[in-house]
């Protein structure tokens, strides 16, 4: 919403698409809590390869309705493959290393620069315009994240125990 509203789409389903915004985000972050609370003991590769398989399972009967009309070109698959391999199932055995190394709250941070990337990638390789928004709500996300994962920042600076931490001058 920092950003603005699109005047475009009608006002209710805005808030049906920021509705279902924040509820991935909350399922997001309780699954977080939840694997790092009821797997504690189990190894990343377990993890990531029962979330995948878990994954292709429930995507199963979709893509029994969804089949493609032609057989995809070598390209189109091998590009799938990639994504499949190196991108998601590498990205998850990161992620759950991460969980079982340093928690919930730090390995989800990470998920608040996916914006900043996507407007850069936006930037860089389509060409798309910045707004002062835009730039207010990168700004949001990138000083959320410094003071989330204890990153130190200007304005905070390690004084001694007990005290705030902000300058009185």
Request: charge should be positive.
């Amino acid at each position: 919403m920092l950003v603005g509203g699109n005047t475009r789409l009608p006002i209710t389903r805005t808030f049906i698409a920021v509705g279902l915004s924040l509820g991935a985000a909350f399922c997001y972050g309780i699954g977080g809590v939840f694997v790092s609370a009821a797997f504690k003991n189990e190894q990343p590769l377990t993890l990531a390869i029962g979330q995948q398989l878990a994954a292709g399972l429930d995507l199963l009967p979709v893509a029994v309705f969804l089949l493609p009309h032609a057989v995809p070109a070598p390209t189109v698959i091998a590009a799938v493959l990639g994504l499949a391999l190196l991108s998601t199932s590498l990205a998850y055995l990161l992620y759950f290393h991460l969980m079982r190394g340093i928690g919930p709250v730090k390995t989800l941070s990470v998920t608040f620069l996916v914006p900043v990337f996507g407007v850069l990638w936006g930037r860089i390789f389509l060409h798309e315009p910045l707004s002062a928004g835009m730039l207010g709500g990168l700004l949001v996300i990138l000083v959320s994240v410094a003071l989330v994962t204890n990153v130190p920042v200007l304005w905070r600076r390690t004084g001694r125990p007990g005290s705030s931490g902000m300058s009185s001058d």
